[in-house]
């Protein structure tokens, strides 16, 4: 299965990241896993490694087009890149609209929705040339349903989803497929600090806030990184074949369309 492919994830040095790199690695993908410090990707390396995979770290910030560049051009040297985890993120800012600075805003979307786009046009040449692909974002169900105090990282994840659609469509006559994977509130240090953030804006107890996601599951639970992961390797998988334009939801139900 896969063997012989290669598959790139963006921030794949920890979290949701790190646990995509290992599905991917498991399902035969040779990965390259980057993020910013190539130094932190030695433990996703030895991981994959240690389960009889194989991994190559990369620097890349998906901020710059030049270290996206190079990154891509270093990829493609490894072996025909088939599947790309656009997955790197950060929260940004929780405040209401009018709180929120422009820097902020803007650093959010550099990240959240620049660097999605960033990564996979510097991936579609290759992919369009070879007639097969698959194009993966990491977005949110806070693409999908609001979450107070959240408008940029709402607005980055939102619009993921539409340059998904829309790349799809351009895509598809390549036999390149184009997802998104939406994620719920994923166990982990970051969602403890969205949780503290949210309690703190809403006045309420950190227990409130993890309750608020919690009793909103029909599943009453959080989402594991693993469960995230396997979306995506499923995505990348050819048994999606016949899938693109879709945002698949990983979020123990919370949210439904
Ligand atoms: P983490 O904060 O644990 O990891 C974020 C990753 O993104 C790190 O690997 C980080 O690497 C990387 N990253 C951030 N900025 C850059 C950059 N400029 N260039 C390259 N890499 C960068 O987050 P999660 O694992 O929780 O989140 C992963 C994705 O899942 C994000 O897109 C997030 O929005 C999304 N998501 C997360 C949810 C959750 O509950 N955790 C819920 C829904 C969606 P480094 O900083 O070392 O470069």
């Known amino acids: ?31 390259v896993v980057t993020a910013r410090d190539p130094a932190t990707l030695a433990d996703t390396v030895a ?11 990369l620097a890349c910030d998906v901020r710059d087009e030049a270290s996206v560049a190079a990154m891509a051009a270093e990829a493609a040297g490894l072996g025909p890149v088939h599947t790309v985890v656009a997955n790197a993120g950060i929260a940004g800012p929780t405040a209401p609209l009018h709180e929120i600075g422009l820097d902020a805003w803007r650093d959010c979307l550099a990240t959240d929705l620049d660097g ?11 992919l369009v040339e070879r007639g097969e692909g698959s194009l993966i974002a990491v977005s949110s169900m806070t ?30 006559p390549h ?10 509130a994923v166990a982990g240090p970051r969602i403890d600090d969205v949780i503290r953030k949210q309690a703190t804006a809403r006045g309420v107890s950190e ?23 396997r979306a995506c390797a499923f995505l990348a998988s050819d048994g999606a074949a016949a899938i693109t334009g879709e945002d698949l939801n990983a979020t123990a139900g919370v949210v439904m369309y």
Not at 116 to 126: E, H, K, M, N, W
């Open 1 to 31: 299965m896969n063997g012989g492919r290669v598959a790139v994830v963006t921030g794949g040095n920890r979290g949701i990241g790190r646990a995509i790199a290992g599905a991917l690695a498991d399902d035969g993908f040779a990965v």
């Open 47 to 57: 991981e994959i490694e240690k389960a009889g995979g194989t991994a190559v770290p």
């Open 116 to 126: 999605v786009f960033l990564t996979f046009r510097a991936f579609v040449p290759g």
């Open 143 to 172: 693409g999908k349903r609001p979450l107070h105090g959240r408008t940029p990282y709402a607005a980055a994840k939102m619009g993921v989803i539409g340059l998904v659609r829309t790349l799809a469509v351009e895509l598809g």
């Open 175 to 184: 036999n390149v497929r184009v997802n998104a994977v939406c994620p719920g």
């Open 207 to 229: 227990e409130e806030a993890l309750r608020a996601f919690t009793e909103a599951s029909p599943l009453g639970r959080l989402v594991e990184p693993v469960e995230v992961a």
